[in-house]
């Protein structure tokens, strides 16, 4: 966190540690192993239906943001259970308004392959 000098050593540990967060989110995160899944399945979809540059850019974004708000997720509900084990009411409120933004994106992502992949198929 305290600011001594920038290494390239330094910044390639960062990556390093954002790698480790990707790995533990994809290993034991649940519902990421779902979006994983779906995920795979719209690229695969994509290249038979063979997208073009501008549908592969909305499908990629649509597919990171809603792993991203999942991590981001994932870390708020790890942090809650740090700070409050036991039952706390802002505590649920705010996993239940993190899982929100990923539901929210999810169902922009689904909306996004909808308008995408339905035109293709009939
Ligand atoms: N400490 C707490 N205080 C109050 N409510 C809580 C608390 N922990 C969990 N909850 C409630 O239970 C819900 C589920 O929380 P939990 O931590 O089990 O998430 P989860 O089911 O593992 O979520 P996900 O499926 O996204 O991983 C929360 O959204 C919240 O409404």
Same mark, same amino acid.
């Not at 073009?52 to 597919?63: H, L, Q």
């Given at each position: 966190? @305290?600011?001594d000098g $920038?290494?390239?050593? @330094?910044?390639?540990l960062?990556?390093?540690?954002a790698f480790n967060g990707i ?7 649940h519902n /990421?192993w779902i979006h994983? $899944?779906?995920?795979?399945c719209v690229?695969v979809a994509?290249l038979?239906? !063979?997208l073009?540059?501008?549908e592969?850019?909305?499908?990629? $974004?649509?597919i990171?943001?809603v792993l ?5 997720n994932?870390?708020?509900?790890a942090?809650? &259970?740090v700070?409050? *084990? &036991? ?5 649920? !409120? /705010?996993k239940d308004m993190?899982a929100g933004?990923v539901?929210?994106?999810a169902?922009a ?5 909808l308008?995408?992949?339905? *035109? @293709?198929l $009939?």
């Amino acid at each position: 966190m @305290k600011n001594d000098g $920038f290494t390239l050593r @330094k910044r390639l540990l960062s990556f390093r540690y954002a790698f480790n967060g990707i790995k533990w989110l994809i290993g034991h995160e649940h519902n /990421a192993w779902i979006h994983c $899944f779906a995920a795979v399945c719209v690229i695969v979809a994509g290249l038979i239906v !063979r997208l073009s540059a501008g549908e592969w850019i909305a499908v990629v $974004f649509s597919i990171g943001s809603v792993l991203a708000a999942e991590a981001v997720n994932s870390a708020i509900e790890a942090l809650a &259970d740090v700070i409050s *084990p &036991d039952y706390n009411e802002a505590i649920g !409120r /705010a996993k239940d308004m993190a899982a929100g933004a990923v539901l929210m994106l999810a169902v922009a992502a689904a909306t996004i392959g909808l308008i995408i992949f339905i *035109p @293709k198929l $009939f």
